[in-house]
């Protein structure tokens, strides 16, 4: 069965202080059963993980039968239009921003002070500097994380190609989120006796040169990385060429070519992310006291098709327990 699934800057010192010294949002005044809430929405660009993961966070509104008005934005992958969006909700003041991926957060982070914000699709609220800390963010903004299971991840790896020795990584060097991916894969990889080469890229069209640059790695490892998730076609058309898998870290990039993943619902994500929400406008929590969540579960995602273009046999004891996509 085919999953509904799929899926920055560092801020200046200046603005990372700022964020800490921000007041808590205050319970909504229009928090009763018949409340009408209106939401901002501000999604980095768009690809299937962040779809879904906005997705899901609507169909959490809908399924509580709350009324609320979205008003959604979408800055195509450009961090100065994420910028602009943000500074436009605060103009607007509506009763919760809705910020999706890294990119997007910071820069609502960054201009709201006054307004709930909740993300989804970040990595490392920390080491994004959203919050003070995952377990108490201590401000205005709280939500959820993609972290993938990383070391699951290269397990599956070497199910998929047991003599892998080294590994490649094509990621965005201006996303916060995906810096920190490479170092725990550097760190997971380790006591596999596994390899990681990895290369950056600034924009989409240097993905295919990235790839090629790889070389003769044993497999690649795509994380959840805005820029390479939205051109993904680059890379598997590369590692289809070269007879190389690609392993994803979420279900989208499967659909997109990858072999297989053991990873996050973005879809269900999301609606967790709507539920938190749900409970800022509707019960007055406080996102500073609410933790930053992670996903509750994860599952295999595999691509039959892609396996034999790029020269790998799926064991059957993944194919017996995975979603299958074509």
Do not use: W
């Not at 319970?27 to 906005?54: C, E, M, R």
């Not at 979408?74 to 605060?90: C, R, S």
């Not at 933790?291 to 295999?300: D, G, L, N, R």
Request: hydrophobic share 45%; with cysteine; aromatic share 4%.
């Amino acid at each position: 069965m085919k999953r509904q699934v799929l899926a920055g800057i560092a801020l200046a010192a200046a603005g990372a202080l700022a964020l800490v010294g921000c007041s808590s949002a205050e319970k909504p005044a229009n928090s009763g059963d018949d409340a009408k809430f209106t939401i901002g929405i501000n999604q980095f660009v768009q690809h299937g993980a962040l779809d879904a993961a906005t997705a899901g966070f609507k169909k959490a509104f809908e399924d509580a039968d709350i009324d609320v008005t979205f008003e959604e934005k979408n800055a195509n992958g450009e961090q100065a239009t994420a910028v602009t969006i943000a500074q436009g909700f605060a103009s607007k003041k509506p009763d919760l921003v809705l910020a999706v991926a890294t990119p997007s957060a910071q820069a609502s982070a960054q201009a709201l002070a006054d307004v709930p914000v909740l993300f989804t699709a970040v990595t490392d609220a920390e080491e994004a500097k959203l919050v003070e800390t995952n377990a108490k963010p201590g401000g205005n903004v709280t939500g959820t994380s993609d972290l993938a299971p990383i070391d699951k991840q290269l397990e599956l790896i070497q199910r998929i190609v047991p003599d892998a020795k080294s590994v490649g990584i094509v990621y965005a060097s201006g996303e916060v989120n995906s810096q920190v991916q490479v170092d725990t894969a550097i760190e997971a990889a380790k006591p596999l006796g596994i390899e990681i080469v990895s290369k950056t890229v600034t924009t989409p069209n240097d993905i295919q040169q990235a790839t090629e640059s790889l070389g003769d790695v044993d497999a690649i490892y795509v994380p959840t990385d805005n820029m390479v998730v939205a051109g993904i076609a680059a890379l598997v058309q590369v590692a289809e060429a070269k007879q190389i898998p690609v392993i994803g870290a979420e279900s989208g990039t499967v659909e997109g070519g990858a072999v297989a993943t053991v990873g996050i619902d973005y879809f269900k994500l999301g609606y967790q992310t709507g539920e938190m929400a749900i409970r800022v406008l509707k019960d007055g929590e406080d996102p500073a006291e609410m933790s930053v969540e992670v996903a509750k579960e994860h599952a295999y995602v595999v691509n039959p098709g892609a396996a034999e273009r790029m020269g790998v046999e799926l064991p059957k004891s993944i194919l017996d327990q995975a979603d299958i996509v074509e």
